[in-house]
């Protein structure tokens, strides 16, 4: 058995509170803006390559395949068509 402060103390990163989604998902929290609305954009402002991704990042925790709109970023920068790379059915 074990408790949300059982999960905080082993991941004190990841499961703020007891929450698996790293913070309560409240609106400002949301779509964009979270983690926070300068880090919405799965980069990092003034840093050039430092793309982020993981359950925190948009479009939130629990959410299956969040790494892809991340690929979809780096792919977007880089002038590469994600789309036409990934026209296929993945195996």
Avoid: W
């Amino acid at each position: 058995m074990r408790s949300p402060l059982d999960h905080e103390r082993d991941s004190p990163a990841s499961f703020v509170k007891g929450d698996i989604h790293g913070c309560a998902p409240f609106m400002y929290q949301s779509v964009g803006h979270r983690p926070t609305p300068d880090l919405g954009s799965f980069t990092v402002p003034n840093v050039e390559a430092l793309y982020l991704v993981g359950p925190f990042m948009h479009p939130g925790g629990g959410v299956f395949g969040a790494g892809r709109a991340t690929a979809i970023q780096m792919m977007d920068d880089m002038d590469i068509d994600y789309d036409k790379v990934f026209a296929g059915d993945v195996k």
